[in-house]
């Protein structure tokens, strides 16, 4: 090779590596560094080092490794916000890139295939099932046009409950709550009471929920490796599609009275009603539904609506038999407010600060969803200098944010004193990042003001009208069952004893 050949070559090397130099030192480009987290294991990540409860483990390894968390998950980015700070960064600067859900096991076999509110993309169709329950069941005026039928549905359970303390048998709250629930939004969606009583459709219907918000919450293996998901190595797969059916045989039979009735309805719709004249008209986006987005619609409505409120009312409960002196204090608020000729009525829950206080602290110590359900990254982003890459997974962390020590004094008692004065007597529980039980941004729970409503009402009531005990040698169980929602591992039977005039029960 020519010598001088060789020589150009050198000097335009070396002149090249300097000028990238150079050009690197004076215009220098942003890294692209993934939030700091623990390296995890060949192929299956750090799915391992979840645990039985991942809202717990996840909590613990954030204040190793930071509020913004990056975990390999098998094939997956997981991105883990754990404090206000953080989830104020995802759900309002970068909301729009996280408005999407990823299609998993969950969605597939929860919502018919992402046909629903709930699970659906971000999307006209997403918009349309969004407002139909705003307008129709879930906004301001539309709470307030149902306001008797929560009372005539509260009227019901206060008497099996009266019945049951003139027996001396203790109650098992939660499945009277999901009852009550469920018909309250029968009559709204599809004008019917869903349930006589906790009969033994009801306790089925229960448990269905129980199973589906357990399954649902698990971390399937098959989501974030691939290769796995045919072998169902969990058996979740199999287990889902058995809830499935389940599900659309009581969807379908509800589905199809409802259209029998329909002449029934005339001049007055209910919500199915409205839902279903969308399947023979298009909106401006071109948006029509299906039979398989109503049911997929009605069992959003019908699970998310029964379990997460009653869960919610259990737990406060179960803080209140462990703090007798907190429920002593809300019971004299109510008879000072109220008396006891007569019992707590929604108009009456403005007057009760003490009574929505204990409701906030159980919002803040016991959130109905411990993570949030996952959104899907749209699009490469930052955040606080960290690189998100597209399609990565954002979990909020709900529980972890409620017992976070730089926001909350002894975060770990249950105190609704830290709701009476300051900034927590102005903090609500459906528009603050410091109590995202309802999330935030353009995915926030559409029931959120249903949801804080029948918390105050319910749980006011019950307060109101009987003393609450535990049966005799039973000792409180605190544990939680992990799942898309949390709550107790063993549910509350409490021994009610009237505290109200007769006339009040009836």
């Given at each position: 090779?020519?010598?001088?050949?060789?020589?150009?070559?050198?000097?335009?090397?070396?002149?090249?590596?300097?000028?990238?130099?150079?050009?690197?030192?004076?215009?220098?480009?942003?890294?692209?560094?993934?939030?700091?987290?623990?390296?995890?294991?060949?192929?299956?990540?750090?799915?391992?080092?979840?645990?039985?409860?991942?809202?717990?483990?996840?909590?613990?390894?954030?204040?190793?490794?930071?509020?913004?968390?990056?975990?390999?998950?098998?094939?997956?980015?997981?991105?883990?916000?754990?404090?206000?700070?953080?989830?104020?960064?995802?759900?309002?600067?970068?909301?729009?890139?996280?408005?999407?859900?990823?299609?998993?096991?969950?969605?597939?076999?929860?919502?018919?295939?992402?046909?629903?509110?709930?699970?659906?993309?971000?999307?006209?169709?997403?918009?349309?099932?969004?407002?139909?329950?705003?307008?129709?069941?879930?906004?301001?005026?539309?709470?307030?046009?149902?306001?008797?039928?929560?009372?005539?549905?509260?009227?019901?359970?206060?008497?099996?409950?009266?019945?049951?303390?003139?027996?001396?048998?203790?109650?098992?709250?939660?499945?009277?709550?999901?009852?009550?629930?469920?018909?309250?939004?029968?009559?709204?969606?599809?004008?019917?009471?869903?349930?006589?009583?906790?009969?033994?459709?009801?306790?089925?219907?229960?448990?269905?929920?129980?199973?589906?918000?357990?399954?649902?919450?698990?971390?399937?293996?098959?989501?974030?490796?691939?290769?796995?998901?045919?072998?169902?190595?969990?058996?979740?797969?199999?287990?889902?599609?058995?809830?499935?059916?389940?599900?659309?045989?009581?969807?379908?039979?509800?589905?199809?009275?409802?259209?029998?009735?329909?002449?029934?309805?005339?001049?007055?719709?209910?919500?199915?009603?409205?839902?279903?004249?969308?399947?023979?008209?298009?909106?401006?986006?071109?948006?029509?539904?299906?039979?398989?987005?109503?049911?997929?619609?009605?069992?959003?409505?019908?699970?998310?609506?029964?379990?997460?409120?009653?869960?919610?009312?259990?737990?406060?409960?179960?803080?209140?038999?462990?703090?007798?002196?907190?429920?002593?204090?809300?019971?004299?608020?109510?008879?000072?407010?109220?008396?006891?000729?007569?019992?707590?009525?929604?108009?009456?829950?403005?007057?009760?600060?003490?009574?929505?206080?204990?409701?906030?602290?159980?919002?803040?110590?016991?959130?109905?969803?411990?993570?949030?359900?996952?959104?899907?990254?749209?699009?490469?982003?930052?955040?606080?200098?960290?690189?998100?890459?597209?399609?990565?997974?954002?979990?909020?962390?709900?529980?972890?944010?409620?017992?976070?020590?730089?926001?909350?004094?002894?975060?770990?008692?249950?105190?609704?004193?830290?709701?009476?004065?300051?900034?927590?007597?102005?903090?609500?529980?459906n528009g603050q990042f410091e109590l995202l039980v309802f999330g935030a941004g353009r995915r926030m729970c559409a029931g959120d003001r249903m949801g804080v409503l029948m918390v105050e009402y319910a749980l006011g009531t019950l307060l109101h009208c009987f003393d609450l005990e535990l049966p005799k040698g039973v000792v409180l169980d605190l544990d939680e069952a992990f799942g898309l929602a949390l709550p107790k591992a063993v549910p509350v039977s409490a021994v009610l004893k009237p505290r109200l005039a007769e006339q009040a029960y009836l």
């Amino acid at each position: 090779m020519d010598i001088s050949l060789v020589k150009e070559l050198l000097f335009f090397s070396f002149l090249f590596f300097l000028l990238h130099y150079l050009f690197s030192y004076l215009f220098p480009t942003k890294s692209r560094v993934l939030p700091p987290g623990p390296s995890g294991y060949p192929i299956v990540g750090c799915l391992p080092l979840l645990g039985a409860n991942p809202h717990d483990s996840l909590a613990r390894l954030a204040r190793k490794y930071g509020p913004i968390m990056h975990l390999k998950m098998g094939s997956h980015h997981v991105i883990v916000a754990s404090t206000t700070c953080a989830a104020r960064v995802f759900f309002k600067t970068l909301d729009l890139y996280f408005s999407d859900r990823p299609i998993d096991h969950a969605a597939v076999r929860l919502a018919y295939g992402d046909q629903d509110l709930v699970f659906t993309q971000y999307s006209p169709r997403w918009k349309l099932l969004r407002k139909i329950c705003n307008v129709h069941m879930l906004g301001p005026k539309a709470l307030e046009s149902w306001s008797e039928v929560r009372r005539s549905e509260m009227t019901h359970m206060l008497r099996a409950m009266h019945s049951s303390s003139q027996k001396g048998e203790p109650v098992k709250v939660v499945e009277m709550l999901s009852v009550m629930m469920a018909n309250i939004i029968g009559q709204v969606v599809v004008s019917r009471r869903v349930f006589d009583g906790a009969n033994a459709e009801a306790v089925e219907f229960k448990a269905m929920v129980v199973e589906l918000f357990h399954e649902g919450g698990k971390f399937n293996i098959g989501d974030y490796i691939p290769l796995l998901a045919r072998l169902d190595v969990q058996g979740m797969e199999k287990r889902m599609k058995a809830l499935q059916n389940r599900f659309d045989e009581m969807l379908t039979r509800i589905v199809r009275e409802h259209e029998m009735s329909a002449p029934e309805r005339k001049g007055s719709p209910d919500l199915l009603d409205v839902a279903r004249a969308h399947m023979h008209e298009e909106t401006r986006d071109g948006v029509r539904l299906n039979h398989v987005n109503i049911k997929a619609l009605l069992l959003n409505l019908l699970a998310a609506g029964t379990d997460t409120t009653s869960i919610t009312i259990e737990w406060a409960i179960a803080e209140l038999l462990q703090n007798p002196s907190i429920l002593k204090q809300a019971q004299a608020e109510m008879d000072h407010v109220i008396g006891r000729e007569r019992r707590l009525e929604e108009s009456d829950i403005p007057n009760l600060p003490y009574l929505r206080a204990i409701c906030k602290e159980t919002f803040r110590k016991h959130p109905s969803t411990p993570l949030s359900l996952p959104r899907l990254c749209t699009q490469d982003c930052e955040a606080d200098g960290y690189f998100i890459p597209k399609n990565s997974r954002l979990l909020l962390n709900v529980w972890a944010i409620g017992r976070d020590p730089d926001v909350w004094k002894k975060p770990l008692e249950f105190d609704p004193e830290r709701f009476m004065s300051g900034k927590g007597a102005t903090m609500e529980a459906n528009g603050q990042f410091e109590l995202l039980v309802f999330g935030a941004g353009r995915r926030m729970c559409a029931g959120d003001r249903m949801g804080v409503l029948m918390v105050e009402y319910a749980l006011g009531t019950l307060l109101h009208c009987f003393d609450l005990e535990l049966p005799k040698g039973v000792v409180l169980d605190l544990d939680e069952a992990f799942g898309l929602a949390l709550p107790k591992a063993v549910p509350v039977s409490a021994v009610l004893k009237p505290r109200l005039a007769e006339q009040a029960y009836l």
